[in-house]
């Protein structure tokens, strides 16, 4: 007796709702694990700019999403942390004179006004 | 006091934040982020400029120093509410100076003896020193009223409250 096979229709029928399920269950996992994807405004953040992958969040993240700041300061930062900083702030070691001078001056310059600043805060107790 | 003495002191007072930027300049030329200083490293270099200045001061005129040094952030309230228009007689200015150093020695002295902000957490010592600018302002406000105009109290009603430590946002 020649077995008989479901039809291609049947087939659906049987399997939609599995596939339905299985969509909505990958979904909400999707969505569990990261919703530091998500802005607190609902547009989605690059992933790149997630806490997640990022050690340090950038100074916007700082001031305008503090949802974020809590996930951030529980996530242990990556072993080539010091790698991930020096590629974020390259090195600033002046390579010619005019690039010390340029930092002579404005230290000078710091300095002048700090000593202005402090005269005056002190000058109460000089002038006795 | 002689001219060279006031910069022998202004010498000692700069120094630290010298050092700082010397220390901020070494470490970006490494490539790295200058580390702010510790809690203790900022005690042992107050204890070390409290030393030279004693010693170049005597130890009389370094009391009277350290008398002005702590009186220094009311006259600070004192020159922003002028700034801001309160035109501060002498006698005005030497009066809240005196009412803003007794207030705040008596919040210290008082809190001195309960609480040791060193020993706290951040937000504990954050709450603990918003608690005692509020005391403060209260005591404050209740002693100027005899001293102020009420324009002059509002200046400095807004002035303290500018100058306060503010809660974090949350």
Redesign the interface.
Known sequence: MAKRYPSSRTNFRRTSPWIIVGGAICLSVFLLLSPAAFRKDGTLKPVASSPATQPYSSIDDRSDNHQDAGLANNIAPPANELDVEKERFPSVAPTDGSTLETHRKFVAKVNATIRKRTRELYGGSFSN | ?PASL?EK??DI??LP??QL?QQA?ET??????PDPPSFEAIKAQQAEQAQQLRSVLGDAEYA??TQ??AS?PD?IIIDQMNQEGANLSENQSNELLKVLTEARQQISIQAGTTQNLSAMSPDEAMTTVQQQQTLLQQAVNNRAQAILTPDQKTTLQGVLSRLSVRPK??
Not at chain 2, 28 to 33: E, K, P
Request: net charge neutral; charged share 10%; glycine share 4%.
């Open positions: 006091m006031q002191i202004i007072l700069t934040q010298q930027e300049f970006a030329q490494s490539g790295s982020l009277q120093f002005y040094q220094i006259r946002s949350q």
